[in-house]
């Protein structure tokens, strides 16, 4: 894909949108990112446009997204919070379908258990903790999975992640399929694989762990 496309970032002031938005910008992108409130934001870029408004807004979603050819959704939520993970998603490819943008990466948690994963004992209890402990997460995690599914019209990718650790450091990143192959992974190899996959076709309609 042509590196003067531009990205539309979803939780772009998130541990992980942050990274993504930095990176992109490095590698040539032109990046357009959604805020709550610009006057919170940590950092500065020049070279970032920036979009305030609420992400459950289709409006605002169509506002970010005209003129953009990639979808990048890393938007997080306070655990105390009914999550709106499988709403946002939706909204997203409503509008994407719109205006014919097909190309979207996403994240989720490695808790999320899908048809075809075959996850060592360990990971399964902790998968099974995580429902235990946040049942209304997993639910709307496994209905934003059906959404995704329904939606082969979108060129979608679903990146599983492990425990986010805030560093600049970076390590050889493991992929797999079926499992997480690891417990942790920084926010910075995380932006580099997400980037990564704006080009790449191994993992549409696919959902991969990544991990150190």
């Given at each position: 894909?042509?590196?003067?496309?531009?990205?539309?970032?979803?939780?772009?002031?998130?541990?992980?949108g942050?990274?993504?938005?930095?990176h992109?910008?490095?590698?040539g992108?032109?990046?357009?990112m959604?805020?709550r409130?610009r006057?919170?934001?940590?950092?500065?870029?020049?070279?970032?446009?920036?979009?305030?408004?609420?992400v459950?807004?289709?409006?605002?979603?169509?506002?970010?997204?005209?003129?953009?050819?990639?979808?990048?959704n890393?938007?997080?939520?306070?655990?105390?919070?009914?999550?709106i993970?499988?709403?946002?998603?939706a909204?997203l490819?409503?509008?994407?379908?719109e205006?014919?943008?097909?190309?979207?990466?996403?994240?989720?948690?490695?808790?999320?258990?899908?048809n075809g994963?075959?996850?060592n004992?360990i990971?399964r209890?902790g998968?099974s903790?995580?429902?235990?402990?946040?049942?209304?997460?997993?639910?709307?995690?496994?209905?934003?999975w059906?959404?995704m599914?329904?939606?082969?019209?979108?060129?979608?990718?679903?990146?599983?992640?492990?425990?986010?650790?805030?560093?600049?450091?970076?390590?050889?990143?493991?992929?797999?399929?079926?499992d997480?192959?690891?417990?942790?992974i920084?926010?910075q190899?995380?932006?580099?694989?997400?980037?990564?996959?704006?080009?790449a076709r191994?993992?549409?309609?696919?959902?991969?762990?990544?991990?150190?």
């Open positions: 894909m042509d590196r003067r496309y531009k990205i539309a970032i979803i939780g772009g002031t998130g541990r992980v942050r990274y993504v938005a930095a992109a910008v490095r590698e992108y032109q990046v357009r959604l805020v409130d006057n919170r934001l940590t950092y500065h870029d020049e070279q970032i446009k920036v979009i305030e408004g609420q459950q807004e289709l409006n605002t979603l169509r506002t970010l997204l005209e003129g953009c050819d990639i979808v990048i890393t938007f997080g939520q306070p655990a105390k919070e009914d999550p993970y499988s709403k946002v998603t909204d490819f409503r509008v994407m379908n205006l014919n943008i097909s190309r979207y990466i996403g994240v989720s948690g490695a808790s999320l258990t899908i994963d075959k996850k004992v990971n209890i998968a903790l995580f429902k235990l402990f946040f049942p209304k997460l997993i639910t709307d995690k496994l209905l934003e059906d959404i599914l329904a939606n082969k019209q979108i060129d979608w990718t679903l990146i599983r992640l492990p425990f986010v650790i805030d560093s600049l450091q970076s390590k050889r990143i493991k992929e797999s399929l079926i997480m192959p690891g417990t942790k920084t926010n190899d995380i932006a580099a694989f997400i980037v990564s996959q704006i080009n191994t993992y549409v309609h696919r959902a991969p762990f990544i991990s150190h």
